[in-house]
Structure formats: structure tokens, C-alpha cells
């Protein structure tokens, strides 16, 4: 059985995908959880470990929930004063 990958890990691959689709595709947290569980493999990363990365994503800030019709996980926006 391979070893599972830690919950830091799978955080910060959910964040690269955000990061690299922004303005091209909005994710559901669903979608994210399915393709970091296609990119590491259903035996090393599961729903539950999914769950956690996303809760230490949106906890810490780094990625934030929207609402377009639908429950979205974005990276935060900034506002026009600060992007100095």
C-alpha cells in the first residue's frame, strides 16, 4: 500500500491548480477534490484528506469562497488600493 500524502501537500497542489486556471475556470471544491485525487492517486489521497486541504486553504486565507451561482474556491482578489 502506498504511503498517504500529507494534508500540506495536497494543499498546496489544490492551490497551484486555482493558481494556474485563474480567469479561465472557477473550481468547485468537488472538482478540486477529484483532480487532486487523479493527480496522487485514489490510494494515496482520499475525500477526507481532500476536505482538510481545503479547510487549511480557506483557514489560512489563501483561498476564499465565492458565489456565482454556485459555491466557488478562489484565490482573493485584491482591491484596486492594493496593488502596489
Known amino acids: 500500500m502506498a504511503e498517504k500524502v500529507s494534508?500540506?501537500?495536497?494543499?498546496?497542489?489544490?492551490?497551484?491548480?486555482?493558481?494556474?486556471?485563474?480567469?479561465?475556470?472557477?473550481?468547485?471544491?468537488?472538482?478540486?477534490?477529484?483532480a487532486a485525487i487523479e493527480l496522487f492517486g485514489e490510494d494515496r489521497c482520499d475525500k477526507n484528506l481532500c476536505k482538510e486541504a481545503?479547510?487549511?486553504?480557506?483557514?489560512s486565507g489563501r483561498l476564499v469562497y465565492t458565489y456565482?451561482?454556485?459555491?466557488?474556491?478562489?484565490?482573493?482578489?485584491?482591491?484596486g488600493a492594493q496593488n502596489d
Open 68 to 79: 456565482f451561482g454556485g459555491s466557488f474556491l478562489e484565490i482573493p482578489h485584491k482591491e
Open 54 to 59: 481545503i479547510k487549511e486553504l480557506v483557514n
Open 7 to 34: 494534508v500540506e501537500e495536497v494543499a498546496e497542489a489544490m492551490y497551484k491548480m486555482v493558481k494556474d486556471t485563474m480567469g479561465m475556470k472557477k473550481w468547485k471544491a468537488t472538482d478540486l477534490q477529484k
